[in-house]
C-alpha cells in the first residue's frame, strides 16, 4: 500500500461541465501519474509530474489539465467533460525500489460523462 | 518509441492447470518491464519486473516471467492455477528509471480459472 487515495470515487457528471479529480498520497513521493483505463487500450498516460508545480503530457492529454501545488496532491481537471472521457482514471506514483522505478497505483475513480 | 502487444484478450485455463500470458515488446534500447495485475473495480498491484538483473524473475502469489531478448518477449506464468488467479493483467515498459518512468501498458489479457 502506498498510501494513495483518490476521489471521488465514483462520479457521474453531464457534457460540458468543469469536473476535478483529487489524488493524494501520504509518503512524499516525487513523482506522480494521471492514467485512463478504457477497454481494449490498457492503461493510458494523460499527464505527469516530476515535482511541485512541475508537469508534463502524456500520450493523452488533450482536454485534460493538471496541477501539483503540494507534494501530496496531484489533481485532474476536465475543463468541459464529454462522453469520450467517460472512463476510470487511475493516480499513480513511483518508488525507487531495487535499481529501479516502480509505479504504484491508487484506486480508481469511475466517471460516467452524460 | 516502445510499445507493448498482448495476445489474446482472453485466456481460460482449468484450475491445477498451467497458465500462460503472453507479452512482446518493441524497444530501441534494453527496456525494463513489468507484469501488473487488476481484480475486478481495484487497482493495479505490481506482479514482478525485469530490470537487466536475471532474465527469470519471480513474482508473487508463485508468477514468474522470464526476459527472452532473441524473441523481444515477456511472457508471465505460473504452473498451477488457482481460482483467485482470476483477474486481468498487464504488460508495460518503460525505457528509463531514472526520471519519471513513463509507462506504456498492452491491453491487457483477462484470465478466467474454471473447476
Known amino acids: 500500500d502506498a498510501g494513495i487515495t483518490q476521489s471521488p470515487r465514483h462520479k457521474v457528471t453531464e457534457t460540458g461541465t468543469p469536473v476535478t479529480l483529487r489524488c493524494h498520497q501520504t509518503?512524499?513521493?516525487?513523482?506522480m501519474y494521471w492514467y485512463r483505463q478504457d477497454p481494449g487500450h490498457g492503461l493510458r498516460l494523460i499527464h505527469y509530474?516530476?515535482?511541485?508545480?512541475?508537469?508534463d503530457k502524456g500520450e493523452v492529454s488533450d482536454g485534460y489539465s493538471v496541477s501539483r501545488s503540494k507534494t501530496e496532491d496531484f489533481l485532474l481537471t476536465l475543463e468541459s467533460a464529454t462522453s469520450s472521457q467517460t472512463s476510470v482514471y487511475f493516480c499513480a506514483i513511483s518508488e525507487f525500489w531495487k535499481s529501479s522505478y516502480e509505479q504504484y497505483f491508487g484506486p480508481g475513480t469511475r466517471l460516467t460523462v452524460t | 518509441a516502445q510499445s507493448v502487444t498482448q495476445l489474446g484478450s482472453h485466456v481460460s485455463v482449468s484450475e491445477g492447470a498451467l497458465v500462460l500470458l503472453r507479452c512482446n515488446y518493441s524497444?530501441?534500447?534494453?527496456?525494463?518491464l513489468f507484469w501488473y495485475v487488476q481484480y475486478p473495480n481495484q487497482g493495479l498491484q505490481l506482479l514482478l519486473k525485469?530490470?537487466?538483473?536475471?532474465?527469470l524473475v519471480k513474482g508473487i502469489n508463485g508468477f514468474e516471467a522470464e526476459f527472452k531478448k532473441s524473441e523481444t518477449s515477456f511472457h508471465l506464468t505460473k504452473p498451477s492455477a488457482h481460482m483467485s488467479d482470476a483477474a486481468e493483467y498487464f504488460c508495460a515498459v518503460t525505457l528509463n528509471t531514472g526520471t519519471a518512468s513513463k509507462l506504456t501498458f498492452g491491453t491487457g489479457t483477462r484470465l478466467q480459472v474454471t473447476l
Open positions: 525485469y530490470t537487466s538483473a536475471a532474465t
Open positions: 524497444s530501441s534500447v534494453p527496456p525494463y
Open positions: 509530474s516530476y515535482g511541485v508545480k512541475d508537469t
Open positions: 509518503e512524499n513521493h516525487r513523482y
